[in-house]
């Protein structure tokens, strides 16, 4: 059974030293690592676009102002996306729900993506997680201390 690029990437992640650290510090601290943040984003960029695009997908966001990649949205490097990609992106998101909306604000404030990205992902921080599509998975939004 050929496994989803997007889905190893997911398993990837799990299992890298610097996201577990990550992790810790956050679990520990409740602050993003801005120096992890960069290092993972540069490890695991495929995922973090994988991540925009299906915020785009399933929210009609605007994509004029985006570059060619982004506007491609029902794509991962010209092949299509599965269901099951966006399960676990989607997972991934709302069981770190907390952490990557701090992620996100780290991004914007330190201008670590570009201008059109960045308001990509105020329009998503802005999306009231009342009106988003929550997964009924095993996991619910939590605050991270569990």
Same mark, same amino acid.
Request: glycine residues 0%; aromatic residues 16%.
């Given at each position: ?34 120096? *992890?943040?960069? =290092?993972?984003?540069?490890? @695991?960029? !495929?995922?973090?676009?994988?991540? /925009? $695009?299906?915020?785009?997908?399933? %929210? ?13 949205? *029902?794509?991962? =490097?010209?092949?299509?996306? @599965?269901? !099951?990609?966006?399960?676990?992106? /989607? $997972?991934?998101?709302?069981?770190? %729900? ?49």
């Amino acid at each position: 059974m050929r496994i989803s690029p997007v889905i190893k990437l997911v398993d990837d992640l799990h299992n890298d030293e610097d996201y577990l650290r990550y992790n810790e510090i956050y679990s520990t601290e409740r602050v993003i690592d801005k120096d *992890l943040l960069i =290092k993972l984003l540069d490890k @695991y960029f !495929d995922l973090y676009y994988a991540f /925009l $695009k299906m915020n785009i997908f399933l %929210y009609r966001f605007d994509t004029k102002k985006l570059n060619k990649e982004l506007q491609d949205f *029902l794509r991962y =490097k010209g092949k299509h996306y @599965y269901i !099951d990609d966006l399960i676990f992106v /989607l $997972k991934f998101y709302f069981k770190h %729900y907390p952490r990557c909306q701090s992620a996100m604000r780290k991004i914007i404030t330190y201008k670590i993506r570009p201008l059109n990205e960045r308001n990509l992902l105020k329009e998503i921080l802005n999306n009231p997680i009342e009106e988003q599509i929550r997964p009924t998975f095993e996991y619910e939004v939590t605050d991270d201390e569990q």
